[in-house]
């Protein structure tokens, strides 16, 4: 029999309390380290899609980047929090403490055992450049409203993306962004608006401006 390692691991890895009808943002990311540029999309979209909770879900390990030297969970979730003032905001690791390795898995998981949560996955435009070589892209798209949100210079390779074009049929209009949470899969928004260009990259390499 294989045993299954427990939801909650030192306090940093449980999924957090919701409540039936709520409305909750998916951020995933490696968060090596949360910055301010996070920080503003999640303001945007909190206040844009009317959400009423963002769930940050810190990965293992995105499984389309060189992991190696990536920080550990605890570390990247405590930094996390220690930078998050909003109470709305709640970081978890628990894709480690289920063995998740990609994002289909977490949507299948959340939307199983959640069912009656209005779920949207959040990305940064780069992300949805990328979207199509995900695995099971496609079945994320048709679980959860995605909403994409703009950052400078991705913006002309996210909306001539493949995973773009693919979506082209089921994407809203800017103004109709408090819709998408209450909206079945496939839907999605590319919100533009504020923007900011740090990247945990040039914070890492020491050459983040301001
Ligand atoms: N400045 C930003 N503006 C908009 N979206 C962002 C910004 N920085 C990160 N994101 C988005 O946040 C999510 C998590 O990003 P991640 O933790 O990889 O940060 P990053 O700054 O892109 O990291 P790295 O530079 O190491 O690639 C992704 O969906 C990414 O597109
Ligand atoms: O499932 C996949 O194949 C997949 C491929 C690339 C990225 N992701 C997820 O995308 C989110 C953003 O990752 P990152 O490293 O760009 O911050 C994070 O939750 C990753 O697990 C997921």
Request: proline share 7%; glycine share 8%; charged share 20%.
């Given at each position: 029999?294989?045993?299954?390692?427990?939801?909650r691991?030192?306090?940093?890895?449980?999924?957090p309390?919701?409540?039936?009808?709520?409305?909750?943002?998916?951020f995933?990311?490696?968060?090596?380290?949360?910055?301010?540029?996070?920080?503003?999309?999640?303001?945007?979209?909190?206040?844009?899609?009317?959400?009423?909770?963002?769930?940050?879900?810190?990965?293992?390990?995105?499984?389309?980047?060189?992991?190696?030297?990536?920080?550990s969970l605890?570390?990247?979730?405590?930094?996390?929090?220690?930078?998050?003032?909003?109470?709305?905001?709640?970081?978890?690791?628990?894709?480690a403490?289920?063995?998740?390795?990609y994002?289909w898995?977490?949507?299948?998981?959340l939307?199983?055992?959640?069912?009656?949560?209005?779920?949207v996955?959040?990305?940064?435009?780069?992300?949805?450049?990328?979207?199509?070589?995900?695995?099971?892209w496609?079945d994320?798209?048709?679980?959860?409203?995605?909403?994409?949100y703009?950052?400078?210079?991705?913006?002309?390779?996210?909306?001539?993306?493949?995973?773009?074009?693919?979506?082209?049929?089921?994407?809203?209009?800017?103004?109709?962004?408090?819709?998408?949470a209450?909206?079945?899969?496939?839907?999605?928004?590319?919100?533009?608006?504020?923007?900011?260009?740090?990247?945990?990259?040039?914070?890492?390499?020491?050459?983040?401006?301001?």
């Amino acid at each position: 029999m294989t045993l299954r390692p427990p939801l909650r691991i030192a306090g940093i890895t449980e999924l957090p309390p919701s409540a039936p009808g709520m409305r909750i943002g998916l951020f995933g990311g490696s968060f090596n380290p949360m910055h301010e540029g996070h920080l503003l999309v999640m303001a945007e979209t909190l206040r844009r899609l009317r959400l009423d909770r963002l769930f940050v879900l810190v990965t293992p390990g995105n499984p389309l980047k060189d992991n190696a030297g990536l920080p550990s969970l605890a570390e990247r979730v405590g930094a996390a929090r220690a930078l998050i003032g909003d109470p709305r905001i709640k970081v978890t690791g628990f894709e480690a403490a289920r063995g998740f390795t990609y994002t289909w898995q977490t949507i299948d998981f959340l939307t199983r055992t959640l069912k009656d949560r209005r779920f949207v996955w959040i990305m940064g435009a780069d992300s949805l450049a990328d979207f199509h070589r995900w695995e099971r892209w496609r079945d994320i798209a048709a679980r959860v409203p995605i909403a994409v949100y703009v950052r400078p210079g991705a913006s002309p390779r996210a909306l001539a993306s493949r995973a773009a074009a693919v979506l082209d049929h089921a994407q809203l209009d800017e103004a109709d962004a408090p819709l998408l949470a209450g909206m079945a899969a496939p839907a999605w928004v590319y919100l533009r608006g504020r923007q900011s260009a740090l990247s945990s990259s040039a914070i890492r390499a020491g050459t983040a401006a301001g």
